[in-house]
């Protein structure tokens, strides 16, 4: 659970918002007026065509950022996590991973939260050189930010995908992306990628010192205030209403939405908005733990929580199904036309082969041909 601990000195305080409105005044000069861009809504769809393929296999990886050796219970190996990765990658012929934030943590005393710029060392000891698998090096990671990446400069991470690495995309907070693939390209799966931190956190209520850069730069980017919050829940209702031809809509955010961890601040709106517009699944991550609800004949939502990319710790209470703590691992999914298949892989010692073990698998239908668990 969080500790509570005294704020920052008002000195402090000063110099890390000076920091942070430096960091935003140089991205947005540099890049033309970026900050719009990055922080706005967009109608913009990524569009991904997969010609010939019969399948689109990808990957969900979050809470990913520590590098750690696992060194106890709750901090395991990346490592053994991406070889597992590599070897599913391989085998089923991946075409992307979909991250789902806390990109970067603090790994020591001496460390900091998040990432400071792009050309912080923790993009290659903590990303390149621990993904660097050969199948692996050539996904791209559709991104979001998790709460850890907000913590220092949020703006770093976006700014290093649209000039240094676009495999590492996150051409903004809130995005869109669409995959086409299957007889005539005609199946479609949407993916809509959200940042969760604007609907989970209330700035009046955030007292832990290690979370003030997050309550800073909310403030500083305007994304606290209840206008701020409902014109990002319209801009998803739009997304939601604009694709309900597609097969499949996805929505990909941080923080969970399985049983009471849906209930807090606004994520309730949130997962109203989910039911209401037939989303297929949503993924998240947050907590530390692998974990699954399936659709009910109330909702045809499946919800994944893949957050176990380096660290364990303790899930929701409400989940149908999940791994006990000290569990490291990740999903691997394949979409076809009419379903979709996954798995839970628990990549906590690995094999001779580098392979995880299935730990849990299902399938979910497509839009068209979904029906409620009975």
Same mark, same amino acid.
């Given at each position: 659970?969080?500790?509570?601990?005294?704020?920052?000195?008002?000195?402090?305080?000063?110099?890390?918002?000076?920091?942070?409105?430096?960091?935003?005044?140089?991205?947005?000069?540099?890049?033309?007026?970026?900050?719009?861009?990055?922080?706005?809504?967009?109608?913009?769809?990524?569009?991904?065509?997969?010609?010939?393929?019969?399948?689109?296999?990808?990957?969900?990886?979050?809470?990913?950022?520590?590098?750690?050796?696992?060194?106890?219970?709750?901090?395991?190996?990346?490592?053994?996590?991406?070889?597992?990765?590599?070897?599913?990658?391989?085998?089923?012929?991946?075409?992307?991973?979909?991250?789902?934030?806390?990109?970067?943590?603090?790994?020591?005393?001496?460390?900091?939260?998040?990432?400071?710029?792009?050309?912080?060392?923790?993009?290659?000891?903590?990303?390149?050189?621990?993904?660097?698998?050969?199948?692996?090096?050539?996904?791209?990671?559709?991104?979001?930010?998790?709460?850890?990446?907000?913590?220092?400069?949020?703006?770093?991470?976006?700014?290093?995908?649209?000039?240094?690495?676009?495999?590492?995309?996150?051409?903004?907070?809130?995005?869109?992306?669409?995959?086409?693939?299957?007889?005539?390209?005609?199946?479609?799966?949407?993916?809509?990628?959200?940042?969760?931190?604007?609907?989970?956190?209330?700035?009046?209520?955030?007292?832990?010192?290690?979370?003030?850069?997050?309550?800073?730069?909310?403030?500083?980017?305007?994304?606290?205030?209840?206008?701020?919050?409902?014109?990002?829940?319209?801009?998803?209702?739009?997304?939601?209403?604009?694709?309900?031809? $597609?097969?499949? +809509?996805?929505?990909? !955010?941080?923080?969970?939405?399985? *049983?009471?961890?849906?209930?807090?601040?606004? =994520? #309730? %709106?949130?997962?109203?908005?989910?039911?209401?517009?037939?989303?297929?699944?949503?993924?998240?991550?947050?907590?530390?733990?692998?974990?699954?609800?399936?659709?009910?004949?109330?909702?045809?939502? $499946?919800?994944? +929580?893949?957050?176990? !990319?380096?660290?364990?710790?303790? *899930?929701?209470?409400?989940?149908?199904?999940? =791994? #006990? %703590?000290?569990?490291?691992?990740?999903?691997?999914?394949?979409?076809?036309?009419?379903?979709?298949?996954?798995?839970?892989?628990?990549?906590?010692?690995?094999?001779?082969?580098?392979?995880?073990?299935?730990?849990?698998?299902?399938?979910?239908?497509?839009?068209?041909?979904?029906?409620?668990?009975?």
């Amino acid at each position: 659970m969080f500790r509570t601990s005294k704020r920052p000195t008002p000195r402090c305080f000063y110099i890390v918002s000076l920091l942070l409105f430096i960091s935003s005044l140089y991205i947005t000069l540099s890049f033309g007026g970026l900050l719009p861009s990055i922080f706005g809504t967009s109608t913009i769809i990524y569009e991904e065509t997969y010609s010939n393929a019969k399948t689109v296999d990808f990957l969900v990886i979050g809470d990913w950022g520590n590098a750690g050796k696992g060194r106890d219970l709750e901090h395991g190996s990346q490592a053994n996590v991406s070889k597992a990765m590599e070897f599913i990658a391989n085998q089923h012929d991946s075409k992307f991973i979909v991250n789902v934030g806390d990109n970067f943590y603090k790994r020591s005393a001496k460390d900091h939260q998040g990432i400071l710029n792009v050309s912080d060392s923790k993009w290659e000891e903590i990303w390149l050189n621990v993904y660097n698998g050969t199948k692996l090096r050539k996904l791209p990671w559709y991104t979001v930010a998790g709460n850890h990446d907000w913590y220092t400069n949020i703006t770093a991470q976006i700014e290093y995908s649209l000039t240094v690495d676009s495999r590492f995309f996150f051409p903004s907070l809130f995005y869109v992306r669409s995959s086409l693939f299957g007889k005539e390209m005609k199946t479609k799966a949407v993916w809509i990628h959200i940042d969760t931190n604007v609907f989970y956190y209330n700035v009046d209520t955030i007292v832990e010192t290690k979370m003030e850069g997050l309550r800073i730069n909310l403030l500083n980017f305007g994304l606290h205030t209840q206008q701020a919050i409902e014109d990002k829940l319209k801009w998803i209702e739009q997304r939601l209403i604009e694709n309900q031809d $597609a097969d499949y +809509i996805f929505v990909v !955010g941080h923080h969970p939405l399985i *049983g009471v961890c849906s209930q807090v601040n606004y =994520m #309730p %709106r949130l997962l109203e908005l989910l039911e209401r517009y037939r989303v297929s699944a949503y993924f998240s991550g947050h907590n530390h733990v692998l974990e699954y609800k399936a659709p009910t004949k109330f909702s045809p939502v $499946a919800f994944f +929580i893949s957050g176990a !990319g380096c660290k364990t710790g303790y *899930g929701c209470e409400g989940k149908d199904w999940g =791994m #006990p %703590r000290g569990t490291f691992g990740f999903v691997h999914a394949n979409i076809k036309e009419e379903t979709m298949d996954f798995e839970f892989i628990d990549a906590t010692k690995l094999n001779k082969q580098s392979a995880g073990e299935i730990v849990y698998s299902g399938t979910i239908n497509s839009r068209l041909n979904w029906y409620p668990k009975i």
